[in-house]
């Protein structure tokens, strides 16, 4: 039993080495391989091979962050016309020069920058009509509000500016950038909005068409007729009953909807900028385009609840009295127009 627990504590004593060791070593090996990286860059650039050479400095930067790496890459990125690209290295070589106190990197990183600078391709976005939601990317990349209107540098060669806003089309166009020293100005339309799309739950509360049978009332026991006292008065009025009782129906379920969309409203501020309701991060857009959702549904149901009950009162104060030879049965049809709702009664 001794000789056990001695050979379990010699085990874990190993494994404890061992897991040391790895993690001793693991910086260490980090910033072997970021030297092999920086020296194949160099030995890159001396051959002239640039393009080959700036995915190397870029790793080795990654690996272990240096102003002097950083001074490499810009220079690399300036050889192969990536003038904007490497006009924001120098600028950040400069920072980091600074912060490890490298005055030589910093004189450096400053000349090459402020050299570039006259140089730099410029676009300027503007976005005139913003609407609700609205998301401006320029190559993939999202364009704040406090840029738009300001001239940026970028890289010559085509660019892609792009807009999307929640219940819009999406907009997308491309410019090219010809040459260093170029300014292109680009103007974000206002953005269309999408065909109405009644929503699933709205088609399921309202089919395309609906026909309710109502027979005739009959006296008990008889398999006649009821007398004319009976409440409903005549088939008219029954099916007055029927679509009014539609109608109450319709405004219940256009007020659940529109307490759904309310809710989801609320819960969407939770993600949005406090001072701009506006600006919400992907789960406040997501909620915001419930919240339309429901809304577009409660507008849809109160329609055709009021179209209903609207039709109710207009059947009642309009239905001819039942004579003894009126058909057994009534009937009702509604159908949803642009608009509002058609409805048709037999009886």
């Known amino acids: 039993m001794a000789l056990k627990s001695c050979a379990v504590v010699a085990v874990t004593a190993i494994h404890v080495a061992i897991a040391f060791c790895a993690q001793a070593q693991s910086p260490d090996s980090k910033k072997v391989t970021a030297e092999a990286l920086f020296e194949t860059g160099r030995q ?60 030589d990197y910093f004189a450096a990183a400053e000349r090459h920058a402020n050299a570039l600078a006259p140089r730099l391709a410029r676009i300027t976005i503007h976005v005139p009509e913003p609407t609700d939601g609205i998301q401006v990317e320029r190559d993939g990349v999202v364009v704040e509000r406090p ?64 026909t309710v049978q109502v027979p005739a009332l009959l006296a008990p026991g008889t398999g006649e007729p009821a007398p004319e006292s009976r409440p409903s008065g005549s088939p008219g009025r029954v099916i007055a009953w029927v679509v009014g009782g539609i109608g109450v129906v319709g405004l219940g379920v256009s007020a659940g909807f529109a ?77 949803p127009t642009i608009g509002g709702a058609m409805l048709r009664a037999t009886w």
């Open 147 to 210: 840029e738009w209107g300001l001239p940026i540098p970028v890289d010559t060669g085509a660019h892609t500016i792009a807009a999307t806003s929640p219940g819009r089309k999406a907009w997308a166009s491309t410019v090219d950038m010809a040459q260093d020293g170029a300014a292109l100005a680009v103007t974000v339309p206002a953005l269309e909005p999408l065909p109405f799309e009644p929503s699933p739950l709205a088609s399921k509360a309202a089919p395309s068409t609906a």
């Open 259 to 335: 307490v759904v969309a309310k809710n989801k409203y609320n819960d969407s501020l939770s993600s949005c900028l406090s001072t701009d309701h506006d600006l919400c991060n992907p789960q406040g857009l997501q909620r915001r385009g419930d919240a339309r959702t429901a809304g577009d549904a409660a507008t849809v149901a109160l329609g055709l609840g009021a179209a209903a009950l609207a039709a109710g009162g207009i059947l009642w104060f309009t239905a001819p009295r039942r004579s003894n030879d009126a058909p057994e049965h009534a009937a009702v049809a509604i159908a």
């Open 44 to 103: 890159l650039v001396a051959a002239r091979k640039f393009a080959e050479a700036c995915p190397k400095f870029a790793d080795s930067q990654r690996l272990d962050p240096s102003p002097a790496t950083l001074l490499n890459l810009a220079n690399c990125w300036e050889n192969i016309g990536r003038t904007a690209t490497a006009w924001a290295t120098y600028r950040e070589a400069q920072s980091a020069a600074q912060v490890a106190g490298r005055q």
